[in-house]
């Protein structure tokens, strides 16, 4: 797999293009010159060894190296927008696990169904008492 050096905004011209169908109007959503533009997309096709759009008086159309590109293109910037969200949710202290361990009146050295049933209804997580291995919520009664 061939390497070469890539920034996501070409990226996100390049879906703004697709979505828009013509240059003028994704550079509206993009808050950019339609020249600034142009050249992302320039740059895009010249990395790719590839073009992307054919460009007609009345704006543009994808080739079929674009609709290939488009749902693959799309996904990753989602997935680049969760990992942002994800990771300053985490710097905040707003994301993780939390696993809190009771010791319940009725549990003994050895858990009950009784006992196991008490936590799966209480619980989201399913029976984790301190003398068992973690129960998992998928099944109480293994």
Known sequence: MESFGFDLAHLRAFVAVFEA??????????HLAQPA???RIAVLERQLGVGLFERG???VRPTPAARVLYPKA???L????????VTRAAGAGRAG?????????????RPTRRCMRWHWIRSPSGCCCPTTTRWRRSSPWR
């Not at 169908?21 to 993009?30: Q, V």
């Not at 989602?78 to 969200?85: H, L, N, Q, V």
């Not at 696990?97 to 050295?109: A, D, E, K, Q, V």
Request: a positive charge; aromatic letters at 12%; glycine letters at 12%.
């Open 74 to 76: 799309t996904d990753l």
């Open 78 to 85: 989602t997935r680049f927008g969760d990992a942002i969200a």
């Open 37 to 39: 533009l142009s050249k």
């Open 57 to 59: 008086s009345r704006g």
């Open 97 to 109: 696990r939390l696993r809190i361990w009771m010791w319940c009146s009725f549990c003994s050295p």
């Open 21 to 30: 169908g013509h240059f003028g109007r994704a550079a509206g959503t993009l």
